[in-house]
């Protein structure tokens, strides 16, 4: 055989086989695609999520204490805030009723001479003092009566009045005076005189003359005309008496 038919036969093979790997390829491409499309058709479908919202869950236990906070520490160098204690108001105490005062005062009596501030243990010298008067009734007079009547007081000096002649240089000790007057027809003292001082040197004695002058009685009658310089006694208390 010639050398050119056997190069000619050998190309002729060599198409055969570059035909054949051509169409190998070409085919194993197909099946590979084939393969792939079967895989994506064979998946289930998805289903679409139904409109609303997520479900939740429900967890019931009970009711957990309440959490303190607790204050944060301070920070060095720093104020610290002061705590806040919210305490109830305190109620309110009843007021006690308010009265109006009286448009006029009511008058305060004249004291009793004789009688201190207070009770006291020692016997007083009573209304009028002590008197020589006799009230016998016995004769006829020119007055609207007859018989007689003996000293009677009328007003006597005020607790004020006692105070403000009270001596200066014994204000905290008590004193007692008793005086030996006569009454005028004006119905005021005269000649007075100290019969009894406790204690004495203190000036209670001079204190009680000066009171004196704040007496007023009434004077005795004798067939029912008044008598002029009819003796009576009479006491002062300065102070509060002492407890025996």
């Not at 056997?6 to 590979?32: H, L, N, T, Y």
């Not at 610290?80 to 305490?87: F, K, M, V």
Request: charged share 20%.
């Amino acid at each position: 055989m010639p050398e050119t038919e056997i190069q000619s036969d050998r190309r002729r093979a060599r198409r055969r086989w570059r035909a054949f790997a051509v169409f190998g390829g070409v085919a194993a491409a197909e099946i590979a695609l084939i393969l792939m499309l079967g895989q994506v058709k064979g998946r289930p479908p998805r289903t679409p999520m139904a409109d609303g919202p997520p479900p939740f869950e429900v967890l019931l236990y009970d009711t957990p204490p309440p959490i303190l906070e607790r204050p944060s520490a301070p920070k060095a160098g720093g104020r610290q805030r002061p705590s806040r204690i919210h305490t109830p108001p305190k109620p309110q105490p009843d007021r006690p009723r308010e009265l109006p005062s009286p448009s006029k005062p009511a008058p305060q009596p004249a004291p009793v001479v004789g009688v201190a501030p207070s009770p006291s243990p020692e016997p007083g010298l009573g209304q009028g003092g002590q008197g020589t008067g006799a009230g016998s009734g016995v004769g006829a007079g020119s007055g609207p009566g007859s018989g007689s009547t003996g000293p009677r007081l009328i007003t006597g000096p005020s607790m004020a009045q006692v105070r403000a002649n009270h001596p200066r240089q014994a204000r905290s000790r008590y004193g007692r005076v008793e005086l030996s007057c006569r009454i005028r027809l004006d119905s005021r003292l005269e000649a007075c005189r100290v019969v009894e001082e406790t204690p004495v040197g203190l000036g209670f004695g001079a204190a009680g003359l000066a009171v004196a002058d704040y007496f007023r009685f009434q004077p005795p009658t004798e067939n029912g005309r008044p008598l002029e310089g009819q003796q009576v006694t009479v006491g002062v208390d300065f102070g509060i008496p002492p407890r025996r």
